[in-house]
């Protein structure tokens, strides 16, 4: 795709059809959904579902090992958490 109809799509003076989409989100490795600010968590807080797809997002461009590191931080805060909701 040449720069000046990137630009186009980029500036929302245009709008790619539905394959153009897919090859834009395959070349930034994520989801037309997630260009077009579509959430893909269940959750009913907006906020929350952003940062879902956030980390969702940048977990694509991991390797296997950050990938794994990501997920035991994410479970050890999240059994902080409960722990804390214990001792109060």
């Known amino acids: 795709m040449d720069e000046r109809r990137f630009g ?3 500036s929302g003076r245009r709008e790619p059809d ?3 989409l897919v090859r834009i ?3 930034l490795d994520t989801t037309p959904n997630w ?3 579509v959430p893909s968590s269940d959750s009913k807080d907006p906020h929350i579902a952003k940062l879902v797809d956030r980390f969702t997002n940048a ?3 991991m390797t296997l090992q950050e ?3 990501s997920v035991i931080q994410a479970e050890a ?3 902080s958490k409960r722990g ?3 001792d109060t």
């Open 18 to 20: 539905l394959a153009t």
């Open 25 to 27: 989100a395959e070349a």
């Open 8 to 10: 186009h799509y980029a």
């Open 59 to 61: 977990s694509n461009g």
């Open 84 to 86: 804390n909701q214990r």
């Open 67 to 69: 990938l794994e590191m």
């Open 77 to 79: 805060v999240a059994a």
């Open 35 to 37: 260009l077009l600010g």
